[in-house]
């Protein structure tokens, strides 16, 4: 099993001006302790579970490609690109460029977007949620053709384009995490196109797997190919107090086939918890094979 460290609060002692250093410090300590994914949502405002939409939030591509600076190992995602965000040729061209800066090291975390006060407050466009799907369908369709070695035509209900060329193309296709638990859409989309599912860490986790097999079954995928990730708080406690119990939760999710744990460190980018992962955590859980 892996785990993966997502960054959703720019909050640091210091403010705006220690911002760049505090991330920078604390995404090279966890590649170096062996987080496998650093992530950051795709949001403009921060959200009301992590705090005032007036608290810090820097734009996701940018803050990824200066991630990919300071790290090796880790692979980068967004935990998720809204699909109402961005033109698909945009956001093809920006997985690719963090890709190829980064040596291999891009994914593509996508969902159909749900935000509709920062959508409102900044003048992007919040369709409803029935058109929300049929753009991050579309999306999927247009960025795995994007990274075809194909430049052919694109043709879609929203999206259309003569020449899909992508110069450079990125080193590999970028893996593609379609994020959400929905059974009846996202889960579909998931089978159909994903490379990775994410599902919140809830009662109904088991059940919404085999859900997925099912849409896999349905699509004609073969359900070992998806990886299943988890959305889980790094909790350990302020001292690492709480460990074992971590542990003792990550492997019920090995047991139900969670090949990795995707989630925030509670209280921010703390260095000592970091520390304690690389020693006790990481080690642990990469023996769940």
């Not at 080193?171 to 859409?185: C, F, Q, S, Y």
């Not at 070992?224 to 074992?244: C, M, N, Q, R």
Request: aromatic share 8%.
């Amino acid at each position: 099993m892996e785990l993966g460290l997502q960054v959703p609060d720019f909050t640091v002692p210091g403010g705006t001006a220690a911002l760049g250093e505090e991330l920078a410090g604390a995404v090279r300590a966890a590649d170096d302790a062996g987080f496998a994914y650093l992530a950051v949502m795709d949001h403009f405002f921060q959200i009301p579970s992590v705090g005032p939409s007036d608290r810090p939030m820097l734009e996701a591509y940018t803050t990824l490609g200066y991630f990919a600076a300071h790290t090796q190992r880790a692979k980068l995602f967004t935990y998720v690109t809204g699909a109402i965000y961005r033109h698909p040729g945009l956001l093809a061209k920006a997985v690719t460029t963090l890709d190829v800066l980064s040596g291999g090291r891009a994914m593509l975390g996508i969902g159909a977007g749900w935000n509709e006060e920062e959508a409102r407050g900044l003048g992007f466009p919040f369709p409803s949620r029935t058109e929300r799907f049929e753009l991050l369908e579309e999306n999927l369709r247009y960025v795995r053709q994007m990274w075809d070695e194909e430049d052919k035509p694109f043709s879609g209900k929203h999206f259309s384009a003569e020449r899909l060329l992508n110069s450079p193309q990125s080193l590999r296709r970028p893996p593609i995490m379609v994020g959400g638990g929905g059974e009846k859409k996202t889960l579909r989309l998931v089978a159909k196109y994903g490379d990775f599912c994410n599902i919140g860490n809830g009662p109904d986790l088991g059940h919404k797997l085999d859900v997925l097999k099912r849409h896999c079954e349905t699509e004609g995928r073969d359900y070992a190919e998806i990886a299943k990730t988890v959305y889980h708080y790094l909790d350990i406690g302020p001292s690492g107090e709480k460990t074992g119990e971590f542990l003792a939760e990550a492997r019920r999710l090995h047991r139900l086939g969670v090949q990795a744990v995707i989630g925030p460190l509670p209280g921010g980018l703390d260095r000592k918890k970091i520390e304690i992962f690389a020693q006790d955590i990481i080690p642990a859980v990469k023996e769940l094979a």
